[in-house]
């Protein structure tokens, strides 16, 4: 849109600004078919296009013209007439086609001061000469121009072929039919005069909007009446309305001087809430010929609905909470906080000062008297010539009473929020009551959040836990069967309305809708167009109030919605998701996009260059975008999905942004879809990308590792190769030192063992020497004693001089000398001693055959290292024999003077 700052763009989600290199303002503005954008602007005018990151961008077309033109003071609207772009200045139109080639320069003899394109016919108003065509290159004055020559044209439309429809700007609203000019609707002549008309559009319904200077905007049927009118308090915010546009949606955006409106057309919905001049959350209403009461928090409103002009009055004394509005009896009467009231002449006039009167309950079985529900427990009220008049306090039942509804049988079944329900019965004299109450004993899941609703002339009762019904048979509450095919079993219901269509209005906790009534008697649910009432109905005290068939009126938390359900509920509209941005999250220099892209000559909100493809470096990406649907565009969801990271698309979320962060190399597509406020689904959007692998992942550095690992392999082969050799020569030499090693030992075992053997038998020797020189001793000692023996008895046998004593120790001394001579002793000596000494004896006989027993037996006592006197005693000779035997033995031996025959025996 075009404004003082520049060109305004609105994606859905976010407001864009595209100024002009030199800062001035932009007045009008067209997108072709084609996407581009062009505009006229103080001292300019050319087009938008995407740059090549999808920003748009302006291209002017003003250089292009001459010199002499190029100074023109402002550029006020712009057409595209077939295949022609007409700029309109102040001085001339630059006629362009749409490769920007100029064509022609028109320049209108009358300065024009504004522009209009009427079936491909180019009107131009001209100060002092009225209206002018633009024909054949030139310009000239239109037949029924000059009637408009002292007035200011704000709009031209084609009724028919024969017929235009032409607004003034302070004259009026004129109709031309042939060469006849006529005022176009003379009721409402006057009105459109005073407010100033600025713009006039035809809307696609066939409606006329206008957008005026003081009234703000006016709807108008084909006639000129006024079906809508939307000022400051009643509507919109500016009640001067610049210019209009509507959009494919159905949405008529309205320009201020300062700010911009939308305006949603064709809705079954409106709002009467405090910029329509109903201040306060509403409660009950009641519609009654041509007036509408509307109660709210802060009182009670009417107005007459058959005049558009009229505004919201307060009917007077009514300050506060006004929970129940009804006729009765040809009686309005409010129930108020302050207590209960009847309206007369736009004043509240007070009937009983019991306060809270909640709920009015016409009694069937009572003709003329009406039971009231309040916050202390019941009244009852009757029928005079004056209206309804309060009688009495029924006695009896002290509840809170706030809904209530009377059976065919006249019980009254009132419900309390949180106590349960309660059956009564009026006494005769209708002076108190009697009450039966009712909860989980008797069927109800709970005595909390129940109500009491007459549907389908039956009563049913909500719980939180679904629908119920009262059988009579049995004496207590059941699960209802109605409406069970349209909703799960345990709904909790907060609101029921019935019209006289037998259309079912309700809200619960999960959606708002209707059930419309067929012929058949079945049911059609709508409640996709209701879904913009979400969280705007009052959170309590919910109401829904019908009007008229079709017609009803939601109580919300500022005032009411009016829903007409003979409008059409809902079109399907295509609409698209768009990206807006996409960018790296960790650098500066992050945008990849703006969502626009060129194809060809032609602008596309989709992906053309899909070979986008991001460092790794820039794994982190931020992707946004909206979906350009108005109606409750605030609340439309998205889903996305990234293929190749996510297993399909998330939650539904109205974020309009999804950053990924550590992408891992390879191929993605983002896929992102919008459900509207109605639960329509867009079309899906796409935008593909590659993140590229690090340079240590990408096919050369893979190739380069290849051949490194070829290298590396033959390198390490070789390295293994050489180290196996070399091990394999260590392990040689060890096994062969090893073997040396074994060898060795082997060896020095054998040495140990030899030298064990070698111990064992100097062990043995050892021993055998000890046996040896025991038996030496033994012999040494026992030749001693027999030679001491044989001494003394040899001084016996002297010294006596008996023969016979002399002839008997001689006998004994000759035996003894016997014994001592004896071989027995030396034979086991020798054996012993050989075994000893190595065979010394039989090796010394053999060597020295010469030898006598007597010089055998030397030489084994000379080995033995026996002293001179032990061997005199072994061989019973004296040490002098012994000295001359050793004498005698060395001769034999032939040893020389020097040789010691002693250590010459032990070495042998």
Same mark, same amino acid.
């Given at each position: ?724 050799? %070399? ?5 040689? *030499?060890?096994?062969?030192? =090893? +073997?040396?090693?074994?060898?060795? !030992? /082997?060896? &020095? @075992?054998?040495? %140990? ?5 070698? *111990?064992?038998?100097?062990? =043995? +020797?050892?021993?055998?020497?000890? !046996? /040896?020189? &025991? @038996? ?133």
């Amino acid at each position: 849109m075009a404004n003082n700052f520049g060109l305004l763009e609105f994606d859905g989600t976010n407001w864009n600004k595209y100024s002009l290199e030199s800062g001035t303002k932009c007045r009008d503005v067209f997108v072709d078919t084609d996407g581009k954008i062009y505009i006229a602007a103080q001292g300019d005018f050319g087009y938008y296009i995407p740059d090549e990151l999808g920003k748009l961008t302006f291209v002017s077309l003003a250089d292009s013209i001459p010199d002499k033109k190029r100074n023109f003071d402002e550029a006020w609207r712009v057409f595209k007439k077939n295949d022609r772009l007409l700029f309109c200045t102040f001085d001339d139109i630059f006629i362009f086609n749409i490769s920007g080639k100029l064509l022609n320069i028109v320049d209108p003899e009358t300065d024009p001061d504004n522009f209009f394109l009427v079936n491909h016919q180019l009107y131009l108003n001209q100060i002092g000469k009225g209206l002018s065509v633009m024909e054949n290159g030139a310009v000239k004055q239109a037949d029924f121009g000059n009637f408009f020559k002292e007035m200011t044209i704000s709009g031209i439309l084609e009724i028919t072929n024969n017929q235009l429809l032409i607004s003034t700007l302070k004259s009026g609203v004129f109709l031309k039919t042939g060469n006849t000019i006529s005022v176009w609707n003379k009721q409402n002549q006057a009105i459109f005069q005073a407010s100033n008309i600025n713009q006039m559009i035809r809307l696609k319904s066939g409606e006329i909007a206008i957008g005026t200077q003081n009234e703000g905007l006016f709807i108008l049927d084909s006639r000129g009446n006024i079906k809508m009118q939307l000022t400051k308090g009643r509507g919109i915010e500016n009640r001067t309305v610049l210019s209009l546009f509507e959009d494919i949606q159905g949405n008529l955006w309205l320009g201020h001087n300062n700010g911009i409106s939308s305006v949603t057309l064709n809705s079954p919905f409106e709002h009467l809430n405090e910029q329509t001049g109903l201040p306060g959350t509403g409660y009950d209403a009641l519609l009654l010929r041509d007036t509408l009461y509307l109660g709210t928090n802060n009182g009670l409103y009417f107005k007459n609905i058959q005049n558009k002009n009229a505004t919201f009055q307060k009917v007077k004394y009514t300050t506060g909470q006004v929970y129940n509005i009804e006729h009765l009896h040809n009686s309005i009467v409010m129930g108020h906080h302050s207590g209960t009231f009847s309206i007369e002449d736009g004043e509240a006039k007070i009937l009983s000062n019991i306060p809270g009167t909640w709920t009015f309950l016409d009694l069937k079985n009572y003709p003329g008297y009406v039971l009231q529900g309040n916050y202390k427990g019941l009244s009852l009220f009757k029928e005079s010539k004056n209206g309804l008049e309060f009688l009495h306090k029924l006695e009896g039942f002290e509840e809170s009473s706030r809904v209530m509804e009377e059976d065919e049988e006249g019980n009254i079944w009132m419900t309390h929020g949180y106590k349960g329900v309660y059956k009564i019965k009026l006494s005769e004299d209708l002076k108190s009551v009697k009450s039966e109450y009712y909860g989980k004993e008797k069927g109800l899941p709970s005595k909390v959040l129940i109500n009491v609703w007459r549907l389908n002339n039956n009563l049913i009762f909500s719980t939180e836990s679904g629908l119920y019904e009262y059988n009579k048979k049995e004496d207590r509450f059941i699960k209802s069967s109605f409406l069970s095919e349209y909703f799960p079993e345990n709904i909790q219901f907060v609101s029921f309305a019935e019209d006289a269509l037998g259309n079912i209005y309700f809200v619960n906790t999960t959606e708002r809708g209707v059930l419309e009534k067929s012929s058949n008697g079945n049911y059609k649910k709508h409640t996709a167009v209701f879904n913009q009432l979400r969280n705007v109905l009052n959170d309590d005290l919910h109401n829904i109030i019908t009007l008229e068939a079709n017609k009803v009126l939601f109580a919300a938390k500022e005032g009411f919605i009016f829903f007409d359900n003979s409008i059409q509920k809902l079109q399907d509209i295509d609409f698209n998701v768009i990206f807006t941005k996409v960018s790296f999250s960790n650098s500066m220099d992050s945008i990849l996009t703006y969502g626009r892209e060129m194809k060809g000559e032609k602008v596309s909100f989709k992906q053309i260059n899909k070979g986008i493809e991001i460092p790794f470096k820039e794994n982190s990406i931020r992707i946004e975008y909206s979906a350009p649907y108005m109606n409750g565009q605030f609340q439309n969801e998205y889903q996305y999905w990234l293929k190749n990271n996510e297993e399909g698309y998330s939650e539904w979320s109205v974020r309009t942004a999804k950053e990924y962060t550590n992408l891992k190399e390879g191929n993605y597509i983002f896929h992102v879809r919008a459900k509207n406020i109605h639960g329509q689904l867009s079309n899906i959007a796409t935008y593909e990308f590659t993140i590229l692998p690090p340079w240590y992942r990408t096919n050369w550095a893979y190739g380069l590792y290849i051949f490194l690992g070829l290298v590396s392999s033959i390198l390490v082969f070789l390295f293994f190769e050489l180290r196996y050799k %070399k091990k394999t020569e260590i392990i040689t *030499e060890e096994k062969e030192k =090893e +073997i040396t090693r074994i060898d060795s !030992e /082997l060896k &020095t @075992s054998e040495e %140990k063992l030899e030298h064990l053997k070698n *111990e064992k038998l100097k062990s =043995e +020797i050892k021993l055998k020497n000890k !046996e /040896l020189a &025991t @038996s030496t001793m033994h012999l040494i000692n026992k030749n001693s004693f027999i030679n001491s023996v044989k001494s003394n008895l040899n001084n016996i046998a002297k010294r006596s001089k008996n023969q016979e004593v002399k002839h008997e120790i001689g006998r004994v001394v000759q035996n003894i000398d016997r014994n001592i001579a004896a071989d027995d002793d030396w034979e086991h000596f020798s054996i012993h001693f050989d075994q000893v000494h190595g065979d010394f004896i039989k090796r010394w006989q053999k060597d020295y055959p010469g030898l006598s027993p007597q010089e055998m037996k030397l030489s084994a006592y000379l080995r033995m290292n026996l002293s001179t006197k032990e061997i005199a005693n072994l061989l019973n000779i004296s040490v002098r024999g012994v000295e001359i035997a050793r004498y005698r033995l060395r001769k034999k031996l032939e040893l020389e003077r020097a040789d010691n025959l002693q250590e010459f025996i032990l070495k042998y």
